[in-house]
């Protein structure tokens, strides 16, 4: 599976979006890009995932550029409930392939 | 909406002492995972199950760790002796490969403390 590189933390203000931002420029023509948050003390939680169009969902948008080398996941209004670790990860569905996760991205929404 | 059950939620036990840990994923779904998360750090996968079938334990420190799932439905992660070391959190997630994928779903964990 491809590899996949996060900025260590951001910070953003309560009600603003956040933009969180991957690189996975190894990435191959049958992997997807799935993302998870993982909330203090709890399991990872799926998010939102895509191949190579732009998803949306209640959660989440997923936007993915169309060389697929990076994408940049957005909560569009942020509150404090969404400060987690958000990981970017990049998966094959075939049978063989399996969740890695690196170390993500540490968000803080703040007030 | 359906959950990964796990249990116990903490687990405090003394080094050379077993400990084992309890997963009861979606009902349907064929596909089990163990990780193991030590603070700071991204869960690692441990061992996969497809049914009652061992598919990758690559990463299963076997000198130790075991893990079963004997009827394909719930498993068991079983550590013996415990080793300061592998004070973590243990998580259970499943998955389905039948219809649209969502990836895996994660219980809450169990966190173990070794002292």
């Known amino acids: 599976d491809a590899k996949t590189t996060q900025p260590p933390s951001m910070d953003c203000a309560e009600g603003r979006a956040a933009n969180l931002p991957c690189n996975h420029s190894t990435i191959s023509g049958n992997e997807y890009v799935y993302w998870y948050r993982q909330i203090h003390s709890q399991g990872p939680q799926y998010i939102i995932h895509?191949?190579?169009n732009n998803e949306t969902n209640e959660m989440a948008s997923l936007i993915i550029t169309e060389d697929r080398k990076s994408s940049t996941l957005i909560l569009p209004h942020a509150t404090l409930r969404d400060t987690a670790v958000y990981y970017c990860i990049v998966f094959n569905t075939g049978t063989a392939s399996k969740l890695t996760f690196g170390t993500g991205t540490r968000l803080q929404v703040t007030l | 909406e359906a959950e990964v059950a796990q249990s116990p939620r903490y687990k405090i036990t003394e080094k050379s002492q077993a400990v084992a840990f309890w997963c009861d994923p979606i009902?349907?779904?064929?596909?089990l995972y163990w990780y193991r998360q030590i603070l700071g750090q991204g869960p690692e996968l441990l061992v996969q199950f497809q049914d009652e079938s061992v598919v990758d334990d690559s990463q299963l420190p076997k000198d130790r760790f075991s893990a079963e799932r004997l009827k394909g439905v719930d498993s068991t992660l079983k550590i013996q002796p415990a080793e300061l070391g592998d004070s973590a959190m243990y998580l259970c997630?499943?998955?389905?490969?039948?219809?649209?994928?969502?990836?895996?779903?994660f219980g809450s964990g169990t966190r173990l403390t070794v002292v």
């Open positions: 009902s349907g779904h064929a596909t």
């Open positions: 997630a499943s998955s389905s490969r039948t219809g649209v994928n969502y990836g895996y779903t």
């Open positions: 895509g191949l190579k």
